[in-house]
């Protein structure tokens, strides 16, 4: 990554993060949580606890009251303000609790072996995530039946459902789940 698209991501991060702190005295009582999502998890910080927040090279520093914690930027997939208490006592062990469903980029991405495809899941659902190859022809499904509030990590290998390699190119794998349709975009090299 160049020094330019660093700074870039840097300033990207700085500026949500002082727009998430700015709207923070409109929040109600018992909020606001500033939320850091990265690739496989996800922390909430009560905003009143946070005694510092910093950057140093391609790393964000969130400091509070208890504790200090570092998150690579290359890792970071997006910063949010919870306005609304999530009614876990602690939100940082509620973490794994999450609030919204939401699907993750693979990891990694282009990939020759096999992907990771991680999801987080609200409440209990029956849930469907399934791979396509680019023509729209179903390839394989990865998950289908009830899965378990939380989050979710699931292996590809480059198989269809009968065991066969697929061939290299563009695939995409999508979630379904009640009321929620997501996709996204992978790449298999051989």
Request: a neutral charge.
């Amino acid at each position: 990554m160049t020094g330019r698209v660093r700074r870039g991501i840097a300033t990207h991060f700085k500026a949500t993060l002082l727009a998430v702190l700015a709207a923070a005295p409109h929040a109600l009582a018992d909020g606001p949580y500033l939320g850091i999502h990265t690739i496989g998890s996800f922390v909430s910080y009560p905003v009143a606890d946070i005694t510092r927040m910093s950057f140093a090279s391609d790393t964000l520093f969130v400091e509070t009251s208890s504790e200090s914690d570092a998150y690579p930027l290359a890792s970071v997939v997006r910063i949010d303000f919870e306005p609304i208490s999530t009614g876990v006592a602690a939100p940082r062990t509620g973490a794994a609790l999450p609030g919204v469903l939401h699907l993750f980029p693979n990891q990694p991405n282009p990939f020759s072996e096999g992907t990771r495809i991680a999801f987080r899941l609200p409440r209990t659902a029956a849930v469907k995530l399934r791979i396509y190859a680019v023509n729209g022809r179903h390839v394989r499904d990865l998950v289908d039946g009830e899965a378990a509030a939380g989050l979710h990590d699931v292996s590809w290998n480059g198989c269809d459902d009968n065991g066969r390699h697929v061939a290299p190119g563009v695939y995409f794998y999508q979630l379904i789940a009640p009321g929620v349709d997501e996709s996204r975009r992978m790449i298999l090299l051989r």
